[in-house]
Structures are given as structure tokens and as C-alpha cells.
């Protein structure tokens, strides 16, 4: 129960299946962003739900019947969708409130983020009438919710892909693309909360309402500030033992900081104290796009990794050297086979320009698939190897790669049918300008990881998604083993000695 | 002059213009790899020399007349390329050496990477017999020489683009990525120098070879360690302010270390000391093969830059923050614009959803080139403002991009034309199991960097690549303007206090 708002988290859940939505402020102008463009793309992704769009001057908006007021509707809409002008929001507001309707989404922006007395006035306004009329609002300046199950996706990727995904975010635009890259990799979205500058709800009331929704396993964040840290803070606490967090934290530095007054009109807050947050609770914490995915990649499809010991699979002597050097410096340890590995390892590694061992350079591995299988095999049985990153190269002209039939199928075959298989990841080098090599690669990519088997573009990402993942689950165990201090109620980055 | 080898760097020119070569061990099964995969790509990269097979049972080898041996040949040919088994390389050098066949490259491996008493001996006896035999090697245990130009092209990208990259790597198959990668973004090659063991002829002859040659500007490094340390250091000294040296260095890890003990049969040498090296010599580090080829684009291909103060140029308020973080975590500044810049920024971004300034968000640069290259314009007159990113975003089904014509090639004319531009990069985020958008991505990335304007696949690779780029002329500025220390002769690790 918030004090503010009155609602339980359960009664965020109807923001992401309302029967009928109205949009109010659905200018037919089209080079015009706002009401229509969310009209426009509902239409498109099929929404199956009941559209009212509001404009005084319009009986018909793309052949749906529209309406001049609220109160002129036949039924209280589940959610109203506010895209007018940011001076004509609070009357809206009160009229929502009038006709209950809870539910409240709003687009438009020119509220606390223009720094301005005026804007920040209006944000404060917005926030008292949702505890006065106690409505349940999403912003202002966003792009609200979406969730594929229920079609209501007006933005992020369209079609949707439904999955176990929840996703509370200060920026839509980060979130369209979160969306558009994992759905494209076959990571699926149950609910996504593009929340804006959060006036009224925020980050924790969302967090909150995902931690209870059992279609949610995964959360992914992009915070640029909160208004009740302690709350967040407890919360996540709570949350991340049960379902991993993965936040993109924004303003982390002076100009960042800055950028973000700008954005969502909200205080970033202090690195060290960010620092602590993320070392006290085990949320995952990543700074950019793609360590974002890639970590949530991870987080969806991987078995639980019962330790840090990394077997590397890959050919070329120099590849090996610097993979090795990249994984050890993300944490991770690439431990020696045990003697058993070895006795199988060592027949089918040619002596001369191969390594036999961890890392282990085999050409074979990219063109013979059962070999690859052997592989892997031994590491799923060696008790000191807890992953597996396997580099899948693409054979090009200038390598000595005879023509064999395609190994994937079978590979994939093989992983998702071993009984008791470790974490495995794969990397594929595609990058560059040769459009055939990247088109190979980019589908040898979907493919793996549609199989549920992440794959990355690169050893650098992987592996660095790989320690996120395996950094998670240490904790996990730890805390379990009882090897993990409990957290300190009373700390702050400034009276602990630790940070 | 060397004291072991007897030759001036010049000598080693001979390398990448030989008018005919003898390829001794070119077994004709198919699966080996070996001289017969040398003289395939050879013949399919259109080498226009004589290339002379050797082998003791074959009369005629892909159509080509064989020869038993060196001896029978019917001239001494300028290159000789042993690709026997590891036992036999000592006696065909001793033939070389009879036979007054100076430029030798050992392909073959089992030598010290075997770790075996036999394979070091072995190894010891190629650097004697080069010595006794005033022989130049490169090799064992490496792929050798690669030149476009004179279609010496039997690995890298076939066919090879000739430009002024120099390559000198202890690895053949990272160097084979290297060639790929940027030649499919139009950087081409003069030389590389895959020198695998370095047995005999070491990094640092090639450095000095490379310095000495005109026709390159730029070196990339990959070594896994080095001989005469003081020497490369000394020579990395003088190289570095006239061209710059791009270092991927393998074994910073004590399990890179291990494993490079088992690829090159080195020792990787001290982390803190290479630490150092890059410290006093100004030689550019870098850790994984994307990160190596992003600087090398921007070094290949930006004017100089008078400063690190970035103006981001993008849309979307989230990526404006996470942008703003990553520039200033990479040591770059985003400092306000000038007055005057802002005067004419204002006018052009809307108050509502926007952000006018630095970072900059305006949607309408993803779809209005002409709005873009104003924004260009207003970079390139700012004294503030030293260099540019732009984020350019492909249109997506949910983003609201009204349909305009392709702004590409406006922007790529008026930033090429453009007198005084400052260097400038662009981000195209084409991430993920998209095809279609992966394909469009990838092209209008390879648009730009044939266009000689650095494109990269995010945000966090371009601000890596500037940020090298940035720290490599912000050192010359100081030693120009006689702000920098001069290096300490006898400085070490171990007596310094900086390190």
C-alpha cells in the first residue's frame, strides 16, 4: 500500500490490459508525434480492445468514431492516454477523476524537465491531483505501458513478443530499442513501464508490482533518479534473491547528471551512493545499450552457474591469449582441466599449432560439429569448469576451412538435450563491412539464441555478460551458504567503511 | 644495422615485393593445411610472380612445374616459404643459405610453443643457423608476409586493399580479422608482418622497417612479447610522434601469460611494465580485436584534433544521458556550446521533448540532413567543441519518422567538403536478430567509412576509438608546446613513482 497513491501493486496490473482506451489529444496532423502516432500503431499491432480517441473537432479519426469530451463516453475507459498540450493536462486530470477512471498514462511532455518555474509547477500539480483524485499515472514525458500479451503496443517492438521480460524505464526511446533487440533475439516482453519523470508513481511502485507478477522472471531498469531511495533500496533487496535486476543507471557523471535535469527535470544522485546501492542489493549494474541486452540475453536463458571456472572453445593461438586475458579481467577464472579432460582432450589436439587445454586451439571446432560436441561434453563433466564460451567462427576465404555440412543444427541439438549442461555462451565475429559475413552472422546469432543458447557479436561482450551472470548467482550462493554479511540497515555511502 | 642479422631495415622490404618464391612442403592432400593452401590463395589472388613448387614426388603441382628441390630451381628465387614438418626446417635453411636465398618465411609450427626441451632446441637452431647464415626470418610458427599491392596475398582479405596500414602480429589468424575487418571499411594495407615466434627477426625490426616506409602512416601491433624490450621501447619513442602505434598486447593476464607460453613459446612479460611502455612511449593500448580496428578507422581517417571537448549530436533524452556518461567515462569533456552556438540552436530544437545544448536531442537530425549539417556547421565554428559524434539512427516501425528522402549522401558530401571540419564519427545501433535492420545498419555503417567518415556499430566503441584518437594528439600537442616531461632514460617500473 503507497501512502501517496492508495493503490496495492496488484492494481498496476490494469495498465497493461484495459479493455478500451481513450486518447485524448489526437491531432490529425500527421507530421505531428503524439495521440495519432500511438492510434496509428495500436491500429497496426491489432490491438483487440476498444479505442475512444477525444477531439472536439473531429466526429471520425481514421474511421473510429471519436468523441469531444470524456463525459461523452459511452463507458469509463479502462486507461485514458493524455497526449494535449502540457498546460491542459491538470484539467484533464480532474475530469478523469470525475469519471473514474484510474488508469492514467501521459505522453506530453514540457513539464519539470524544461527547468522552468512554470514546468515544474505544473509536475507538482500533476502529482496533487493524483493523490487528491488518487489516479494511478504514468509520467508525464512518456511513453507509457505496453505489453504483447495484451497487444497494447503502441511503441517498443512491434509486433510485440511476449515473454517473462518486465522493464521500468525513464526513457522511452531506450526502452524501444531494449525491446525491438531482445524480442529480435527471442528474448520475449511480459510488461514494459516507459514512466517518464514519474510525478506521481515511481520506479519502486512499478518494482514492486513486477517483484508480484508471476509472469515476470527477469527486470531490466533504466533509472535516471528516484524520489524514495530507502524504499527502492529495500526493495530491491527483496527482489533480486527471487528475480535479477538489471539496471542501466543514468547521470552518472557531472554532464550525464546534468543531461538528465534536462530529460525527466529529476537529480541523478551521487556515484558513490549508486555504487553502494548496487553492491548492497545485487541489482546487475551496466552503462550502455548493449551490455543492457546482452546481460538480459543472459539472465533469460542460461542454468544456474555453480561456480566462476570458464572453459574457452576457439582456434587460433592469439585468440586464445587475448580471450584468456579478457575473461580473467571480467572476473571470471579459466581454471586448468582435470586429468580425466585431459586424457580425452589430449588425443584430438594435433601437437603442433594447437593448444591442448583452457583455453583449448582447435581449427576442427568451427567446421566439425561432433568434435565441437566432444568438447563440450568433457567440460559438462569436468568439475572445474562451471561455463563454456564457445568462439563459432564463420569460415572466410583466406582460412583453410574444407567445405563441410553445416554443424549448427546439431549443435544446438546437442546443448539442449544435455541433461545437466553448464551455462554456454557463443560468440560470433561478424564485424565489418563484408555484407555477406554480416548477414551469415547476424542469422547465425537469431539462431543460437532463439534456441535459448545466447549468442553475442563479440568475446568482449559475452564474456562480459557472462560475469554479470555469474557475479549474480555467486551472491546467490553465498547468501544461501550464509557467507554474505547481512546488509547494514543504518549505512550510507558516508559512515561505511567499505565504500 | 642489427648486430645478429646484418641488415638495415630496408633489407626487409624484400619481403612484400618477391618476383618469385619457392614453397618448400606443398603436400597435395587436400585436407592438410600448409604450402598447398599458400599456393591456392596465391594463385586465386592473381600473384603475378614465379612461384616454384617444391616437392620431391611431384612433377607438375596445380598445373605448375615442381621441382625436387631448392637447388634444381632454375634461378634463386627472391622469397622462400618452408612449410615441411618442424625437424626438417634447419636443413632447407641451411640449404637457403648455400643457395644465397635470403628472405625466408617459416610457416610451419612445432618449435618453442611445444614447451618441449626439443622444440626450444629446435627453435635455437633456426636463430643460430639465420645468424651464421646472415638469413632473414620471419617465423617459425606465423603466416609471413602480406601485401596487397604486389598481390602477396596468400591469407588476409583476398583480394587485399592496398592503403597505409603497416601490420606487424605475433598471430596469423587475429592479423587474417584485422586485413578483413578494416579493409571491408576501406581502410587498406601496405604491409603486414606475421612473425608468429620471431625466432630470429623480431617486432622491433619490422617497427623500424615500417617507420622507414613511406608508404605507411599508421602501425598496428599485436605482440605477445618481445626480446629486446629496451630496444622496442626506444624505437616506439621515435616512432609514435610521426606515426601512431596501435597495440594489442596478448598475456596481460598470468592466464594470457600462460597461455601465450603455449602459442609463441614466450614469455608475455611484467603487466606493470608494459603498463609503462604504453605510458612512455605513447603507443596505444588496446584489449580486444574490435577495440584494435575501431582506433585504427579513427587514426586512419580523422583530421587532427585540437582538444577533447565532444558535442554529441543525437535524439532520444535517455541515450543523450547514457552518451553523456560513457563520453566523460572515456576521458572526453562535453562542454556547453558558446553563446553564439546557442543562439543558433535555440531556434531549431523544440522546448518540449528536446534537449538544446550539449548533448544535443532533436529527432528531426535522424530524418533532416540539411538540419543535421547546420548542427555540423555549428560544431565546426565552435571554439568550445574539438570533435563531433553523431547518433544516427535507422527509422524503425515504432519510432514516429515521417518518410523522407535518405539525408546520407548530403551529409557525407558536406562533411567531406567542409574546410576546417573537426574530426567527426558516427554511431548507427543496428544490434540484434533483426536482418533487415542489421543489413541497413551494416551497409550505411561501410557508406560512411568508405566515405573516410569512421562509423561504429555504438555509441561506447565510437567514444573508445575518439578517446584513443584524443589521447594520441593531446600528447603531441604537449610535447609540441613543450609541456610534457621528457621521458627518463633509465627509468623502470620498479624506481618510478608514477607507476
Redesign the interface.
Known amino acids: 500500500m503507497n501512502g501517496t497513491n492508495r493503490h496495492t501493486s496488484s492494481d498496476l496490473a490494469g495498465f497493461f490490459k484495459p479493455r478500451s482506451i481513450a486518447i485524448i489529444g489526437v491531432s490529425r496532423s500527421?507530421?505531428s508525434?503524439g495521440g495519432m502516432?500511438f492510434l496509428d500503431?495500436f491500429l497496426?499491432a491489432g490491438y483487440p480492445g476498444i479505442i475512444y480517441p477525444i477531439n472536439p473537432r473531429a466526429a471520425d479519426v481514421r474511421g473510429i468514431r471519436a468523441y469531444p469530451d470524456l463525459a461523452s463516453l459511452p463507458e469509463t475507459p479502462d486507461l485514458a492516454m493524455i497526449a494535449v498540450q502540457?498546460g491542459a493536462v491538470p484539467a484533464v486530470l480532474q475530469e478523469c477523476g470525475r469519471l473514474g477512471i484510474r488508469h492514467i498514462h501521459i505522453l506530453?511532455?514540457?513539464f519539470g524537465?524544461?527547468g522552468t518555474n512554470d514546468g515544474m509547477t505544473l509536475e507538482r500539480r500533476v502529482a496533487s491531483i493524483a493523490a487528491e483524485q488518487h489516479l494511478l499515472i504514468m509520467g508525464p514525458?512518456c511513453m507509457g505501458p505496453y505489453c504483447p500479451a495484451t497487444k497494447l503496443?503502441?511503441?517498443?517492438?512491434?509486433p510485440g513478443r511476449d515473454g517473462r521480460l518486465g522493464i521500468i524505464?525513464?526513457?522511452?526511446?531506450?526502452?524501444?530499442?531494449l525491446t525491438?533487440?531482445?524480442s529480435?533475439?527471442?528474448v520475449g516482453v511480459s510488461k514494459a513501464a516507459s514512466i517518464g519523470n514519474a510525478a506521481s508513481l515511481d520506479s519502486p511502485d512499478f518494482l514492486e508490482y513486477m517483484d508480484s507478477d508471476d509472469d515476470i522472471d527477469l527486470i531490466a531498469m533504466?533509472l535516471?533518479s528516484v524520489r524514495d531511495g530507502r524504499h527502492l533500496f529495500d526493495l530491491a533487496r527483496k527482489v533480486v534473491p527471487r528475480k535479477p535486476v538489471v539496471l542501466?543507471k543514468?547521470?552518472?557523471?557531472?554532464?550525464?547528471a546534468?543531461?538528465?535535469a534536462?530529460?525527466?527535470g529529476s537529480m541523478?544522485g551521487n556515484r558513490r551512493l549508486w555504487n553502494a546501492f548496487f553492491e548492497q542489493t545485487g541489482v546487475t549494474p551496466v552503462?550502455?545499450?548493449?551490455e543492457w541486452?546482452d546481460a538480459i540475453l543472459a539472465f533469460s536463458s542460461l542454468p544456474k552457474a555453480g561456480g566462476d571456472g570458464l572453459f574457452i572453445i576457439g582456434?587460433?593461438?592469439?585468440?586464445?591469449?587475448?580471450f584468456?586475458?579478457?575473461?580473467?579481467?571480467e572476473g571470471l577464472?579459466?581454471p586448468q582441466l582435470s586429468p580425466a579432460s585431459m586424457e580425452r582432450v589430449r588425443p584430438i589436439v594435433p601437437?603442433?599449432?594447437s593448444?591442448a587445454?583452457n583455453?583449448l586451439?582447435l581449427?576442427e571446432s568451427f567446421v566439425n560439429g561432433d568434435r565441437l560436441c566432444d568438447l563440450l561434453d568433457v567440460a559438462y563433466r569436468d568439475p572445474q569448469i562451471h561455463m563454456v564460451i564457445v568462439d563459432r567462427l564463420i569460415p572466410?576465404?583466406?582460412?583453410?576451412s574444407?567445405e563441410m555440412p553445416d554443424p549448427t543444427p546439431g549443435i544446438i541439438d546437442f546443448i539442449r538435450t544435455y541433461k545437466g549442461r553448464k551455462p554456454t555462451v557463443f560468440t560470433i565475429?561478424y564485424?565489418?563491412?563484408?555484407?555477406d559475413?554480416?548477414?551469415q552472422g547476424?542469422?547465425l546469432?537469431?539462431r543460437f539464441?532463439?534456441a535459448g543458447i545466447p549468442a553475442y557479436?563479440?568475446?568482449?561482450r559475452a564474456i562480459r555478460a557472462l560475469a554479470h551472470f555469474q557475479r549474480y548467482h555467486r551472491r546467490l550462493r553465498r547468501r544461501t551458504s550464509g557467507g554474505i554479511r547481512p546488509f547494514q540497515r543504518g549505512h550510507t555511502p558516508d559512515n561505511c567503511k567499505d565504500c
Open positions: 500527421p507530421s508525434f502516432s500503431h497496426k502540457a506530453s511532455a514540457g524537465e524544461l514525458n503496443t503502441a511503441w517498443g517492438a512491434i524505464s525513464q526513457s522511452g526511446g531506450i526502452t524501444q530499442r525491438e533487440q531482445v529480435s533475439l527471442g533504466y535516471e542501466l543514468g547521470g552518472q557523471t557531472e554532464v550525464g546534468a543531461t538528465v534536462s530529460h525527466t541523478a552503462s550502455s545499450m548493449n541486452a582456434g587460433g593461438g592469439g585468440n586464445s591469449v587475448i584468456s586475458d579478457i575473461a580473467v579481467g577464472t579459466v601437437v603442433a599449432g593448444i587445454g583455453p586451439d581449427w572466410r576465404i583466406a582460412f583453410h574444407p565475429d564485424d565489418g563491412g563484408d555484407m559475413l554480416n548477414a547476424a542469422a546469432r537469431r539464441c532463439e557479436p563479440s568475446f568482449e
